[in-house]
């Protein structure tokens, strides 16, 4: 059923880390309801709402690096394509500033 994706590491981790913060964000919803406020955004957000704009956010930058990764590789003259890991550690970085400031 699988077989289309590359489950690598990398993939594995990003995907457990999502399920993850679901989690761990509706127990934290539980114990603490949430109030709108306003950050960076353009709107009002609840945590729920800064999660989401953040992994869709973090989504389309692991996209994006898929996509130029062979691009970087040549650039630079690298041996193989850059490490997803780099991605990953960017695309982390900016869910927590979103979730932070947004």
């Known amino acids: 059923m699988f077989e289309w994706m590359a489950w690598t590491t990398p993939v594995a981790v990003f995907f457990s880390c999502i399920g993850l913060m679901i989690t761990g964000m509706t127990v934290w919803e539980m114990k603490s309801p949430t109030l709108?406020?306003?950050g960076f955004l353009p709107m009002q957000t609840t945590r729920g709402d800064r999660l989401f704009i953040g992994l869709l956010s973090a989504a389309y930058v692991n996209l994006a690096f898929v996509g130029i990764s062979g691009?970087?590789?040549q650039v630079l003259s690298l041996e193989?394509?850059?490490s997803i890991?780099?991605?990953f550690v960017l695309s982390m970085v900016l869910l927590g500033w979103i979730m932070r400031k947004g």
């Open 80 to 82: 193989a394509d850059p």
């Open 85 to 87: 890991w780099f991605s």
């Open 71 to 73: 691009w970087l590789a």
């Open 36 to 38: 709108m406020r306003k």
